[in-house]
């Protein structure tokens, strides 16, 4: 019995919905003025020094399968990539929007929240009964914090938050819009792992859904295609850079190149799924360039985000000179 | 066009598999050995000491829609019931294994881990560059750090995770088989939200599914009905309290005279997703009581938890001394 399988188009001609449409049907965040008040205040701040921006996405997004929500779909994705490669355009002068999963990673805080240890593993008792960080991680941690406050007190990074695939459309589309200021300054590092898929509100059960005998069958639409409205309407002229996460070999750079020539944007950074911590491919409309830690970048832990960071800087400054990626 | 429904049986008269063939299909989380071990040493432990034990389960299980796992369907669930009920059974003497969902809420950093701070915003550094505990948290974190580091220090509180279904299946088996030793001191507080429906690996896709035009759809089987053989193999003698969380009021405890009618086991906590913090009610066999918070506890900040561990309390001492609820 086969389980899963992509129904027809309705019969109306139908497939997936249009962005617009989306946003048409689906309240906003609660907090989305909130968000936009921050985010334009922050963009501000940098457009007046010239400072090049970069909004990070990060983290999985969930679809809820009820309305009163008990199931929902997620994707799974710990951060690491966004909060990693947030350390790292900071450390290179770029202001930081890091829009991430609630409770996902953050950068700097990542190296203590989703470790063995729970958070008071890292504290201990002085014989007087004060709190301390324990002598074991204190230097290190007081390292990461000084680079934590310095950042903050710079006004370089802008922490936001979402948990729905909802959340998130609503907010990427405002913050691309707030950023279109920036012009070619501005720089847009997708690696959250959107929903493709998820129920419409209309077609949702009101009630948790209940077990009954037999087996239980979930419907799903496609989520509209976002990345087009984004690169064509709300994020002007800056700097996209889309990610690709595959388990199929085969398939990694046929679908990135699909995906350029369908959104129109600049880069796909693309990995798979067992490898994307020591190896990237960078697709451009002309190009395929493969960026991997060697063997004793490895043994001397260093993060690819680094490199990363470091090819997507050779471009931005191209992109903001020129509007090509050529010159780098 | 509906979205949901429950298929017919099929035509075998096969629906749900049942938790026997469940465990013989899929494999036991690499782990288990460890915690097998673990858990052991820790009944013996309180087993020669005469203290009650209470195994409290906690958080969501995660069912995978491919085997090389991208998307998963999740129980919202961020823990706060487990973790709350069991700093109250440790104030009340009993020694707690606390098998709670990777990253979820656990006792104590509970108050820390999950807010709008981030790891790094409850710290601060010297004039000299030291770290310490920012002086606004201090105090109440040294208080709460004693009380987690006594627990521990007196080996009343082993912790340990689950992220699959399948991992919270295999673990709950022996967990609570080793602790049938115990007879009536036991305890079993299932609180997780356990996934009503899965994908068995033999019908998962291999690789990320893929968006292409059009809907997706899902079937996914009814889990094994696990709570039976717990009740009648597994947790022997022990004092067995299950979690019900409804949106519909009319079927709270229906559904929960239902699970004690189909199971045999002794208590259900019900409580409905959007009072779950101020009511729950105990529902036994023979009886049903509501037990909420007043206006005057709300405001001072009582947890229901502490009213839930006094009640169970009650019903466990009655349990440990004649082998029924009767006599509290």
């Avoid at 090049?52 to 679809?63: A, F, N, Q, R």
């Avoid at 490895?298 to 990363?308: A, H, M, P, R, T």
């Amino acid at each position: 019995m086969a389980t899963m399988h992509d129904n027809q188009l309705l019969d109306n001609g139908q497939g997936v919905i249009d962005p617009d449409t989306y946003f048409l049907r689906n309240n906003p965040p609660s907090n989305l003025a909130e968000f936009e008040a921050k985010t334009s205040e922050f963009v501000q701040y940098h457009k007046e020094r010239n400072t090049p921006v970069v909004l990070i996405t990060s983290g999985g997004t969930i679809v809820p399968l009820e309305n009163q929500t008990v199931r929902f779909i997620d994707n799974f994705s710990a951060g690491t990539r966004g909060s990693v490669s947030a350390e790292k355009f900071l450390e290179n002068g770029y202001a930081v929007i890091f829009m991430h999963r609630q409770f996902s990673l953050q950068p700097y805080s990542r190296h203590y929240t989703h470790s063995t240890n729970c958070f008071l593993d890292y504290m201990t008792l002085t014989e007087d009964g004060k709190i301390e960080v324990d002598a074991k991680y204190a230097a290190a941690m007081a390292t990461t914090l000084a680079k934590y406050q310095k950042a903050r007190s710079n006004n370089m990074l802008l922490l936001q938050d979402f948990v729905t695939l909802s959340d998130y459309l609503f907010k990427l589309k405002s913050g691309t819009r707030i950023m279109a200021t920036l012009g070619r300054s501005a720089m847009y590092y997708l690696a959250a792992a959107v929903s493709d898929f998820f129920i419409p509100t209309e077609k949702m059960a009101e009630h948790k859904i209940q077990s009954r005998d037999g087996a239980l069958t979930l419907t799903l639409d496609q989520v509209p295609k976002f990345l087009k409205p984004l690169v064509s309407v709300w994020a002007s002229n800056g700097l996209i850079v889309s990610f690709k996460l595959e388990t199929d070999e085969k398939l990694l750079v046929p679908k990135a190149r699909q995906a350029l020539e369908k959104y129109g944007h600049q880069i796909v950074v693309g990995n798979m799924l067992t490898t994307r911590k020591k190896t990237v491919t960078f697709i451009t409309q002309d190009s395929e360039r493969i960026v991997s830690l060697s063997q004793e970048e490895l043994d001397n832990d260093v993060e690819i985000e680094s490199k990363i960071i470091s090819e997507l800087l050779k471009y931005h400054r191209a992109w903001i000179s020129h509007g090509t990626l050529e010159g780098q």
